[in-house]
Structure formats: structure tokens, C-alpha cells
């Protein structure tokens, strides 16, 4: 059974840094593509970005391009997200998903695994 565990997120101020980690247990990670998905009070969940599992290929929403970094450390069985350069508008709760599809086309429509999402606010 996969299990995802999210943490990393709290309160920053614009312009700051944090770093989220997915965390599964269940099954190693290697094998599935990892998306981080966030939702903002009153808005759509909207897809953030993504790891496959097949070539290690990302993808990021033009809103967070060149400000967030996805990575794995598949021997923490780990996925991280590092957000720099923070505004209000990346305010919300972010959660990471699995899915044994190797390409993130897939998981950016439909995902299989859920986390229980952490929340990050920005806020001066």
C-alpha cells in the first residue's frame, strides 16, 4: 500500500525559500512518476510539476518556472520541491501524487496516490 507523507511547508515571506518532501512508504519510488499539485483557497487544484520515472524529464507550470526545482533521492525515497523566490500568489496547500505511469503526461490528468497536502503561506 503506497503511502504519501508531505512536509516541509509553513509560513514565509515573499521573496523566501522553501523546500517540500514527498515522502512514500509502501513501495520505492523509483518506479513512479511524482507530481506536486497545489490549491489555493477558492481556486482549482492546479499541477505544479512533475518527475517522470522513465528518463527523469520534468515539467513545470509557466507560473513557477525558473523558481521551482523538482527532484528525486531515491535513496531517501524522497521527492523534493524546492520554491524559491516566493509570492502570496503561490500561497495554498500543496500536494504531492504517484503513479505508476512513467510519464507525466498521465499524472498531470489523473493521478493514483494522493498525499494529505501540506500547506505553504506567503505572507509578509
Known amino acids: 500500500q503506497l503511502q504519501l507523507v508531505e512536509s516541509g511547508g509553513g509560513l514565509v515571506q515573499p521573496g523566501g525559500s522553501l523546500r517540500l518532501s514527498c515522502t512514500a512508504s509502501g513501495v520505492t519510488l523509483d518506479y513512479y512518476a511524482i507530481a506536486w499539485f497545489r490549491q489555493a483557497p477558492g481556486k482549482e487544484r492546479e499541477g505544479v510539476s512533475c518527475?517522470?520515472?522513465?528518463?527523469?524529464?520534468?515539467y513545470y507550470a509557466d507560473s513557477v518556472k525558473g523558481r521551482f526545482t523538482i527532484s528525486r533521492d531515491n535513496t531517501k525515497n524522497t521527492v523534493y520541491l524546492q520554491m524559491n523566490s516566493l509570492s502570496p500568489e503561490d500561497t495554498g496547500v500543496y500536494y504531492c501524487a504517484a503513479d505508476h505511469r512513467p510519464f507525466c503526461v498521465a499524472i498531470m490528468i489523473d493521478a493514483e496516490h494522493w498525499g494529505q497536502g501540506t500547506q505553504v503561506t506567503v505572507s509578509s
Open positions: 518527475i517522470s520515472s522513465s528518463d527523469g524529464s520534468t
